[in-house]
């Protein structure tokens, strides 16, 4: 039997599970998210085969999970950035910025990586909800400021930003990338 390294058993499996969630990304972010699979974890986790199943049914299982941790974690920089908010419209301001900070900052690239990867059905509305995690605030913001067309909002939020991160991410300066997605989408819901 393994030695448990913890205070009590269910603190081990998180901590264990932790583990395995590290070596997923970090075998993600060196060769893609096609290369994470069982094997391939256990190896870097220095564990069998076997103890990555007591925590993930498959490959496509333990990368689901992998995607639902990153946008979480993600949401909760999100919240943290927007915490000091005044008023609606700055955070919107403060959520745009944080989001291509977190992008121009490269912490997105395991985001990226695992963009490729098919997986599975019946982890999809886990992850729209987490998904839908991060986009709350913009949401909330929005009906606050009495915007029409929420979800036409949302869309073109997100065009702009997914525009100023292919600009980022091409190596044009981020920080007007930022300033200038950030003032375009401002000066935008005022239109909608």
Excluded at 2 to 24: F, G, K, M, V
Excluded at 94 to 105: E, M, V
Excluded at 132 to 147: C, I, T
Excluded at 156 to 176: C, L, M, P, W, Y
């Amino acid at each position: 039997m393994p030695r448990i390294e913890t205070q009590t058993l269910a603190q081990h499996r998180d901590w264990r599970r932790s583990q395995l969630i590290d070596a997923a990304a970090s075998i993600a972010m060196q060769s893609g998210g096609q290369a994470v699979t069982v094997a391939a974890v256990a190896q870097r986790a220095g564990l069998s085969r076997t103890s990555v199943y007591e925590y993930f049914a498959s490959s496509a299982d333990l990368v689901a999970d992998l995607v639902i941790d990153e946008l979480n974690g993600f949401a909760s920089y999100l919240s943290d950035e927007i915490a000091q908010a005044n008023s609606p419209s700055h955070c919107i301001e403060l959520w745009i910025k944080g989001a291509l900070t977190y992008i121009a900052d490269g912490r997105h690239l395991l985001a990226k990586a695992l963009n490729a990867t098919t997986l599975p059905q019946e982890r999809a509305h886990q992850i729209k909800v987490a998904h839908r995690g991060l986009l709350a605030p913009l949401m909330e913001s929005l009906e606050k400021l009495q915007v029409e067309n929420v979800q036409q909002a949302l869309a073109f939020i997100q065009a702009v930003t997914d525009t100023a991160t292919k600009r980022i991410e091409s190596g044009n300066n981020a920080t007007k990338e930022i300033e200038k997605a950030t003032a375009f989408c401002l000066n935008g819901l005022t239109s909608i």
